[in-house]
């Protein structure tokens, strides 16, 4: 039930109604925290953060000791004053799929139509899910096109209860795509997108159609299994793997850097081909005929693992569109008026915190 109060509200409500809550983003191995405000000048970062937290406690996204990271969360609230809070779900949980509806369908009737849909679509009883849907076009020939995600209900309950144990009040829940969507998604329409983001343990891989999620996947490829080649390949510790991948990375600079590059490269192949799999797979559905729409037009690359140097121009090399490190800035302020206090190659660990906090603005 408290779910589902929270749930209702995965969607924009009148601003003046909404808190200015914190976006916070929960991993397998760290929360990290961002809030905005207003300013005379524009909007500005208000706090920002990220705290650790023990092996175990989240694990593939799925809460395994809600009183841990309760115990976190509060440290946070003392700290750092947040009261209020939106949050993000992992995608390794959820279902997210595409629909039409007749045009000028209600809120209520979308949902039961949803609900009819399920037992086709995912292996969830209703009774056992939770489930909401965004608005992808609201005219097309087949209707109206929605994105619907689903996820488990146990899942969902364990963020509730983390946020109710530790005195956050919980203002949203949303997928974590959707959530670095709303930061790097232009103000109109954007073509199709690939959304790749490169996790410490696994890559996050999203479709985006006008800035909307509408299929979701998850590889267990992550930075760690690049650092980890590297730091047997080159007998280094991690830190020393992490400076290299970042600064020499997928370019050849000379012989020194053969032992290295070539530790990298057999990990990054395999997350290219994973990657080119899925730019593959909305090219047959599109060729097919299932998605009457534009090809994938972009690469965009996030999270922290999203630094290896050469990234960008290898995964373009594979899939045969532009790949690139978007601005999470572009939706709040322009570096002509404020160069905020994250360096810059970790602003790409925050953009789902970003997103979120957007929600309030």
Known sequence: MMFSRTFARWFPVPR???????GVDITDS???WLSLKEEKGGTRIAKYG????????????AIQDVHALASVLHDLKKKNGISCAHAALPEEGAYVFSMHVPPGSSREQILHMIEFELENRVPIPPSQAVYDYDTVAARGENGEEIAVTVFPRDLADGYVEAFAAAGIDLVSLEIEARSIARAISGKHADPVTLLVDCGYARTGVAILKNGIPIFTSTVDIGGYHMSRALMEALQIQEDAAVEFKNEHGLI??????????????K??????????????FWDTRRAEGQEKTSPVERVYLLGGSANLK???????????????RPNVWRNIFSFDDYIPP?????????????GLALRSL
């Open 50 to 61: 990220t705290e650790k937290i023990g092996d175990g406690v989240v694990r593939m996204g």
């Open 30 to 32: 760290s929360v990290k």
């Open 252 to 265: 050849r600079a000379g012989p020194e850097d053969e032992k290295g590059y070539a530790a990298i490269e």
């Open 267 to 280: 990990i990054a192949a395999q997350l290219g081909e994973e990657i080119a799999k899925h730019y593959r």
């Open 342 to 354: 994250i360096e810059y190659r970790a602003s790409f660990q925050y953009a789902t915190a970003i």
């Open 310 to 324: 050469g990234l960008p121009e290898y995964i373009a090399g594979k899939v045969h569109v532009p790949a690139e």
């Open 16 to 22: 003046l109604l909404v808190p200015c809550a914190t």
